[in-house]
């Protein structure tokens, strides 16, 4: 995996010029043709993400042609993982390993956690101690639910006039129901998709499932968070890395390749580009964790509004291809629930095809979009949903096979999207 370079952005978006300036001197002078730049999702620390990195490039270079000189970027943003999703091929979770809580409790928030929560909300350290109390007491008592709730949204809320807002939403405009709604309905939803998914078991005690839904309103409002900082960071640091690459070294190629948040992060990055760049050649969203409206023009349920990102797959010299698996639990499951807009007067009904992930069935209502089976040849040119399932498969609960990417078959991908010479 050489030459490889690193690009670290802060929650803000701003990029560390030094690895920026290492790699727009560099790049020219390695003889790079084809660079190959890969953001990560929610990950616990660099050395996951670095990991991450060269596991999936491992077959790039085998793959390349004579001609072809590749280049690698992993690029690094404070993202958060909790430490009971297991990877497959990488760590054991906690509960493989003792550490999580003892059987029959339920989940707490453990320290791995607590401390990895701390560092991504350095300013609520007193209110997660809080929420770890609240959830180890699993209190009958409604109002400690209300309470619980309530710190869990002052988490991850930000001043409505504040920048970061306008990345939070794929298709409307407002917070998700799980922000906003009756706490205890909230809790008792997640908690009723944590059985779904296998997770938690079926007959627990009424108060021990409504603290297991609690638990997962934790994750899913970080994670929320975490997906409305990955559009900052794509839009307003990697897309102005991408202008500035392009200035000087005009004639890389450029292949953005994005997993879960980290594909909403590539995507925003393209709305980000300078107007006039050409250099990206092709975008590959890896069970990407945002909405599968988000390129279109028009929505199926509002035909006066689109997705956020409509129009951007025009940016790139090539096509948008979106790898999707209906073994990803995480996106399946668990993220319409987290999606679903406040207010809205619909039901659960229907659910997942208005708030569906393109990571879990691909892009929708886009005009000309193609569909196609893995190993198939992929469109020169708009968006593409290929099914990955056949390969993006293993995992456990809650997330299922969101996070088993490594895999040769999606690098070729990469190299059919791109028109990457191939050995």
Request: hydrophobic share 40%.
């Amino acid at each position: 995996m050489e030459p490889y370079w690193e690009l670290t952005f802060d929650a803000d978006g701003d990029v560390d010029t030094t690895q920026r300036d290492h790699l727009l001197a560099e790049v020219a002078a390695e003889r790079v043709t084809d660079l190959l730049v890969l953001a990560h999702g929610w990950n616990n620390d660099q050395d996951m993400a670095t990991d991450l990195y060269r596991r999936f490039y491992a077959p790039c270079q085998g793959l390349a042609g004579p001609r072809v000189r590749l280049g690698y970027v992993g690029v690094l943003w404070p993202a958060i993982r909790f430490p009971d999703e297991r990877i497959p091929d990488f760590e054991p979770s906690l509960t493989d390993t003792g550490a999580g809580p003892p059987p029959g409790l339920g989940p707490l928030l453990d320290e791995p956690t607590r401390l990895l929560l701390t560092h991504t909300f350095p300013e609520h350290e007193e209110q997660l101690r809080r929420i770890g109390a609240l959830l180890e007491e699993r209190s009958e008592v409604p109002s400690r639910l209300y309470e619980y709730g309530r710190l869990v949204r002052d988490l991850v809320a930000v001043h409505q006039n504040s920048a970061a807002q306008r990345f939070a939403n794929d298709t409307w405009a407002g917070e998700p129901a799980m922000l906003t709604d009756d706490a205890v309905e909230v809790c008792q939803v997640f908690a009723a998709a944590m059985e779904e998914t296998g997770q938690q078991e079926l007959f627990g005690s009424l108060r021990k499932r409504l603290w297991n839904g609690a638990h997962e309103l934790l994750r899913q409002a970080s994670y929320y968070a975490m997906k409305r900082r990955a559009g900052s960071v794509g839009q307003l640091g990697l897309g102005p890395a991408i202008g500035l690459l392009a200035r000087e070294a005009p004639d890389v190629r450029v292949h953005l390749i994005g997993h879960s948040f980290g594909a909403r992060l590539v995507s925003y990055a393209l709305r980000g580009m300078p107007a006039p760049v050409r250099s990206v050649k092709s975008t590959t969203l890896l069970q990407g964790a945002f909405s599968h409206y988000a390129f279109s023009k028009r929505l199926p349920h509002a035909p006066s509004r689109g997705g956020a990102l409509a129009g951007v797959q025009r940016r790139i010299d090539g096509p948008l291809v979106s790898c999707y698996s209906r073994h990803d639990d995480a996106l399946g499951k668990i993220y319409p629930l987290a999606s679903k807009i406040a207010g809205d007067s619909s039901t659960f009904l229907g659910l997942w095809e208005r708030w569906g992930a393109i990571g879990y069935d691909g892009i929708r209502a886009v005009d000309g979009a193609k569909r196609v089976k893995l190993g198939r040849a992929i469109p020169a040119k708009g968006c593409v949903s290929v099914d990955a399932s056949s390969v993006v498969r293993r995992g456990g609960p809650p997330s299922g096979a969101h996070s088993d990417i490594c895999h040769e078959e999606l690098a070729r991908v990469v190299f059919a999207a791109g028109r990457i010479a191939r050995a």
